[in-house]
């Protein structure tokens, strides 16, 4: 599993777990971040918030979060996300 | 905690119809940006009332509403994700629900992200209240290619579910029959409920059997034992206070053994609408790209997207006042021909001449000064609450996050620091928006440094008189200095007093959406009225107040008044500064209001735009206006800092922190200016 801000734009991973306080966790759970959920990553800078498309919706997340979402990673070429 | 009647506060607002006994309750829920204060506005307009929830600073905004003879009161909801208890607002809408027991819930749905947004509906259908679903925005959707069937959902779910855009006032109607139909018992109400994954029913079995003795009143036993398994915190502390603790050891020791059980429960209630939705949308196909991601591919991109909310807030203030000034010019030009007649006609009645002045200079020139700048506000507050209802201001959060987390802020400090442009008032009680308490606070403490209109027409005024043709390049450095020394404070204030939790920034990015002339109109004139709410009291009692300062003792003569007395008090002050005393006074008073600054110098100069610039030399004058540009907040920004940060000792904190910069700022600048001109 991969911290979900290392994927590149495009690419899609799996939510494997989440790292952090019960009330981060339960947040991100209502926003749809829930075990085996696709998430695919619309922003991403290296630097800065990133953006990404999770039930359909488009969340801004901080770095530290994103570093706090671990994913499966799927592929990366980001072909599939257009 | 309970109240029997309906209360729906309606003191004061004219076209309050009362509300009787039996009217329907009716509470609207929904996840943020899904459009229920669209529907809400649409259904009350005016005659809503705008209050705060009891004990906290959420906004509660009830109306009534007449449907075919029956009377509803309607109740818009916080907006929440969810009814587990991590934020106010979620507290605040599961405890209505649970206690006040409304008649119907309206769960408004997102159309366009159906998915995400059934969330909330099915935590919703586990609470008592019968619950009429409305699929909001159906036109967005369409226009990011998502296709959905109300119809089919409906026979999925067993409620009633209504396609509706709420902008276009299209299904409303139909909304309301089945709010009557569920309420009156002729729908047939049978809702289908999430369920939770199979391993964890036996575990919800034992704890519903061990605390069903123990959970009081309204709350139901199954829906209190899923959050107690989900980890709510207030539940958690409710239910240890009302168990006996040989109970409570139990429960605690499933809780701890099932500690990551939530994740797995809001797992199956996706599960569930993933469930429920099928047959009903038709998502768009890969590649094809709605109107949302082709604006976003420039609107936050890290380039285009910080050059395009450059430009969109240079056409925000560009048009905000090349439209108001010259509203604002004609006011005044008014205002002068309506004191000239008021003092004429008092002068034919030969009233004495103290009256004459109180009412022309005192209660006139301030009042009416502030009555001026509503044009420039209004325009202000439109054009914000345009950007805000189109979803763009979310992209400007994002795009700005980096830069303020530099300053320990929050891309969500952005638009409560650009209200503060308008007036540092509704910038201060903005930052509400901040979930970080941290980032909140140094939010309420920088806002002040934001220039308000107010304090701009002063300025303009003043650095008219003072510089001529160059008048507008010294505003534009003020300004420019104002914000240099925000961020510069943010900075400190960052790393040095307020050290420590760093800010969580999840924020979700709704889609573009036209945006509801109502809604803004709405938005406009709910700022408004809180503007010139101020304005009447505290601006009139103040300039009155001032004015007698100013007037007593001496009859008119200043230099003998008591504004005069102090004023000389502080004279060394000014020394430094190369100021007189009267400059002082008009500093003071603009602790009152920004605006008074011109009125009182007006007041103790007369003409004060000819005379001023031949007292003081260049580098006096620009100490002058950066003084007046940093010095503390008018009253009501302090009383509004003190609301939102809970504590006098950080409102205090703030306020000398801006005396003491203003001060200092000023004697700098006079003293370094003497140096280079030479005297």
Redesign the interface.
């Known amino acids: 599993m991969v911290p979900l801000e290392q994927l590149n734009p495009g690419a899609v991973g799996y939510i494997g777990a989440?790292e952090g306080g019960?009330?981060?966790?339960?947040?991100?759970?209502?926003?749809?971040f829930?075990?085996?959920?696709p998430v695919t990553v619309?922003?991403n800078?290296g630097?800065?918030?990133i953006?990404v498309q999770?039930?359909?919706?488009?969340?801004?997340?901080?770095r530290?979060?994103a570093g706090r979402i671990l994913v499966h990673r799927e592929d990366d070429d980001g072909a599939?996300a257009? | 905690m309970v109240q029997p009647q309906v209360d729906l506060g309606c003191h004061g607002s004219g076209t309050c119809a009362s509300v009787r006994e039996g009217a329907l309750v009716v509470a609207l829920a929904g996840q943020p940006n899904v459009g229920k204060s669209t529907i809400f506005n649409m259904l009350t307009g005016l005659s809503q009332h705008v209050g705060n929830w009891p004990g906290k600073t959420v906004e509660r905004k009830t109306g009534p509403y007449v449907h075919q003879g029956r009377e509803m009161a309607l109740v818009d909801l916080p907006g929440t994700?969810?009814l587990?208890a991590?934020s106010v607002e979620e507290r605040i809408a599961r405890d209505y629900i649970i206690h006040e027991a409304p008649d119907v819930v309206v769960a408004v749905v997102d159309a366009?992200?159906?998915?995400?947004s059934l969330?909330l509906l099915a935590e919703l259908l586990l609470l008592p209240a019968p619950v009429v679903m409305v699929l909001n925005m159906m036109d967005v959707a369409e226009q990011e290619g998502?296709q959905i069937e109300p119809r089919v959902l409906e026979a999925a779910l067993g409620i009633p579910v209504i396609g509706m855009v709420a902008t276009r006032n299209e299904g409303l109607a139909p909304m309301l029959d089945a709010i009557v139909a569920v309420a009156d018992g002729t729908y047939p109400y049978n809702p289908k409920r999430p369920t939770i994954l199979p391993d964890h029913e036996a575990v919800l079995g034992t704890l519903i059997t061990l605390i069903a003795p123990y959970v009081p009143s309204p709350y139901p036993v199954p829906w209190v034992a899923l959050k107690l398994l989900?980890?709510d915190?207030e539940l958690i502390d409710m239910m240890r206070a009302a168990a006996p603790s040989d109970v409570w050891e139990q429960v605690h020791a499933i809780l701890y053994k099932h500690e990551d059980a939530?994740?797995?429960i809001?797992?199956a209630r996706?599960t569930w609408i993933a469930r429920m939705v099928r047959a009903a949308v038709v998502r768009p196909r890969?590649?094809q790209?709605g109107l949302?991601q082709r604006l976003?591919s420039v609107l936050?991109h890290?380039v285009w997207g910080t050059l395009a909310l450059l430009a969109i807030l240079g056409v925000v203030f560009v048009l905000t006042y090349t439209i108001g000034q010259p509203i604002q010019d004609w006011l005044e030009g008014q205002l002068a021909a309506v004191s000239g007649l008021v003092a004429a006609g008092l002068g034919g009645i030969s009233a004495p001449v103290w009256l004459s002045d109180l009412i022309v200079d005192g209660i006139i020139g301030g009042v009416g000064m502030v009555a001026t700048f509503t044009p420039i506000l209004a325009l202000f507050f439109a054009t914000l609450g345009l950007l805000e209802d189109t979803g763009y201001m979310?992209r400007a959060?994002?795009v700005t996050?980096?830069l303020m987390?530099m300053m320990g802020l929050h891309?969500k400090s952005f638009m409560p620091l650009l209200l503060g442009f308008g007036c540092n008032v509704p910038a201060v009680l903005g930052s509400r928006i901040i979930e970080s308490p941290r980032a909140r606070l140094l939010t309420v403490l920088l806002a002040p440094l934001v220039p308000c209109a107010a304090q701009l027409a002063v300025v303009t005024v003043l650095g008219a008189a003072f510089f001529g043709r160059a008048a507008s390049l010294v505003v534009w450095a003020l300004v420019a200095v104002n914000l240099l020394t925000l961020a510069g404070l943010g900075l400190l204030l960052h790393r040095i007093v307020l050290r420590g939790e760093?800010?969580?920034?999840?924020?979700?990015?709704p889609?573009y959406h036209l945006p509801n002339p109502r809604t803004i109109g709405l938005y406009v004139w709910r700022n408004l009225v809180a503007f010139l709410e101020k304005a009447g009291k505290v601006i009139l009692v103040a300039s009155v107040v001032v004015w007698l300062l100013s007037y007593i003792p001496g009859g008119g003569d200043v230099d003998r008044s008591i504004l005069g007395m102090i004023g000389r008090a502080l004279e060394p002050v000014g020394r430094l500064m190369g100021l007189p005393w009267q400059m002082l006074v008009a500093l003071l008073t603009s602790f009152v209001a920004k605006e008074n600054a011109i009125a009182t110098l007006g007041v103790l100069y007369g003409d004060f735009e000819t005379v001023l610039p031949t007292l003081l030399t260049g580098p006096a004058a620009l100490a002058l206006l950066v003084v007046q540009m940093l010095f503390v907040p008018c009253v009501a920004t302090v009383a509004a800092m003190r609301q939102e940060s809970g504590s006098w000792k950080w409102t205090l904190f703030g306020v000398v922190l801006l005396l003491v910069l203003s001060l200092v700022g000023g004697i700098l600048v006079y003293q370094v200016g003497t140096l280079i001109v030479g005297g």
């Open positions: 989440l019960h009330r981060f966790i339960s947040r991100l759970a209502a926003l749809g829930t075990p085996g959920a619309v922003r800078y630097h800065g918030p953006i999770v039930r359909g919706a488009q969340i801004a997340l901080g530290g979060e599939a257009g | 994700y969810s587990t991590n366009a992200i159906p998915e995400r969330y998502v989900e980890g915190e939530v994740l797995d809001a797992g996706y890969v590649g790209l949302t976003d936050t890290p979310a959060a994002y996050d980096r987390h891309g760093p800010s969580v920034f999840i924020m979700e990015l889609l």
